[in-house]
């Protein structure tokens, strides 16, 4: 959980696609956010078909304003014996390490914009 993040929620979903690429689904307000599949350091995987276990990251933006709190969950699935994808469980230790680099790079974002939300007088 990244609690009291003051960046906009454009913004935000910029860094998710910086750190974990396109994601797989967005939900229609845009504030859910499921990434592409990934293994167990986080890394995203081009294909996952042929993965015994898969994981992804359902990240949520939480709260009408800023603030805004951002929920991370990785669910991890592991491969039936007819190759379709079952629901095993979460990995909270991935879910930190993709909060800590999601919060890293919201602050990088904050660092880099002009005073008023990217203002720009001329």
């Not at 860094?15 to 990934?38: C, D, H, W």
């Not at 990995?91 to 008023?116: G, P, T, V």
């Amino acid at each position: 959980m990244i609690s009291d993040s003051n960046v906009s929620l454009t913004e935000t979903r910029k860094a998710i696609v910086k750190l974990y690429g396109e994601p797989r689904e967005l939900s229609q307000n845009g504030r859910e956010v499921l990434t592409g599949f990934m293994d167990k350091r986080g890394r995203v995987i081009d294909s996952a078909k042929k993965a015994r276990e898969r994981r992804f990251a359902h990240i949520k933006i939480l709260g009408e304003r800023r603030p805004y709190d951002v929920h991370v969950d990785v669910i991890v699935q592991a491969q039936l014996d007819d190759g379709s994808y079952d629901t095993v469980g979460d990995d909270e230790r991935l879910a930190n390490i993709i909060a800590a680099d999601l919060k890293r790079e919201l602050l990088k974002s904050l660092e880099n914009r002009n005073i008023i939300d990217d203002f720009n007088a001329f």
